[in-house]
């Protein structure tokens, strides 16, 4: 037996709790691993509340992410007692996830722990920061660098916004950080933000081109600050988007597009290949300070899950929360 958040689904409704769950009803997998840490991502958050679409099947055990030991493989890549972590790949949302004391998993959607990190700091890491590294990284890729001009950062507040923050400032970029919380301005400034903006200036609907500001963005909201911040890229600016907060729609104009040439690049994290994920948390390793990660988190364990998944729907939760599942 092992103890789980379940969520499931029938005639009573949609409902979430803490579960005593026996491992005969873990799903197929050639990876077993002894869960230690997992993760509250904005999802989970979805999945745990009912508020979105995010569980295909039921009954589900959420968390898109999980950080532990392996305790038995079937999978040529592992052997027991290897560290492991994963972020994505379906889990918590058609295969039962990371916010239990078990898991069993495919051995081919595992990225082995970096030596850097302990299971916790993976945690606090987790999809929320890797999805951060591998915006820095398309950034990097299309050639916006520390010299080429400020990079805004919407969400900033959040997991995916804090971690790119402080990626950013640290790799020598110059920040601006957009949140609807000004009391976090601190925090930000904390995390390395050289400039706290308001997201009222991007969240309405604003003009097809706007004054050219910004080399590079990481937008997680979508809608019109998406379009917004597009509408304010300067010439050749490039554009990361990872998140819908705002909506998944995209009220732009093709104006910056095919005036300024900017580039709009789509970030995916779930189905992302292996090679760029080892890649990502290998860049993790090196360039996030962990002054600053611990910061950006908080820790509860699995009897609270329920009740900071409401918070975190809310607006009510900064940075990222840690789950230690053993307690």
């Not at 689904?9 to 197929?28: Q, S, T």
């Not at 907060?245 to 732009?252: K, N, S």
């Amino acid at each position: 037996m092992f103890k789980a958040i379940l969520i499931e689904k029938d005639e009573a409704g949609y409902r979430a709790g803490l579960r005593e769950i026996d491992e005969a009803r873990l799903p197929a997998g050639d990876v077993t691993v002894e869960v230690s840490h997992s993760t509250l991502n904005y999802k989970d958050g979805l999945a745990i509340t009912g508020k979105g679409p995010v569980v295909r099947s039921f009954p589900m055990v959420p968390g898109i992410d999980l950080a532990g030991v392996v305790r038995d493989s079937q999978h040529p890549d592992y052997r027991a007692g290897d560290r492991v972590i994963l972020n994505g790949w379906g889990v918590g949302e058609t295969h039962w996830g990371g916010l239990a004391g078990v898991a069993r998993l495919k051995g081919d959607w595992l990225v082995p722990l970096p030596d850097a990190f302990t299971p916790r700091q993976a945690m606090a890491i987790g999809t929320a920061g890797y999805t951060a590294m591998l915006c820095v990284m398309a950034l990097e890729r299309h050639g916006v660098g520390p010299d080429t001009g400020e990079v805004v950062v919407t969400g900033a507040a959040g997991g995916v916004g804090s971690t790119a923050v402080a990626l950013l400032s640290g790799l020598g970029y110059t920040v601006a950080a957009v949140s609807g919380r000004p009391e976090e301005a601190d925090y930000l400034r904390g995390l390395g933000a050289a400039e706290i903006l308001d997201r009222a200036a991007f969240s309405e609907p604003g003009r097809p081109l706007a004054r050219e500001r910004w080399a590079g963005a990481v937008d997680v909201v979508g809608s019109h600050t998406l379009a917004n911040v597009c509408a304010a890229a300067k010439y050749r600016g490039v554009v990361t988007a990872c998140g819908l907060a705002q909506g998944m729609d995209l009220p732009a104009s093709v104006a910056p597009f095919i005036l300024r040439g900017v580039s709009l690049i789509g970030i995916d994290s779930v189905m992302c290949p292996r090679p760029e994920r080892v890649a990502a948390w290998n860049r993790l390793a090196r360039d996030l300070d962990p002054v600053k990660l611990d910061a950006m988190t908080s820790e509860i364990g699995l009897t609270e899950v329920v009740a900071t998944a409401d918070r975190l729907m809310a607006g009510r939760v900064r940075g990222r929360v840690i789950v230690d599942v053993n307690r």
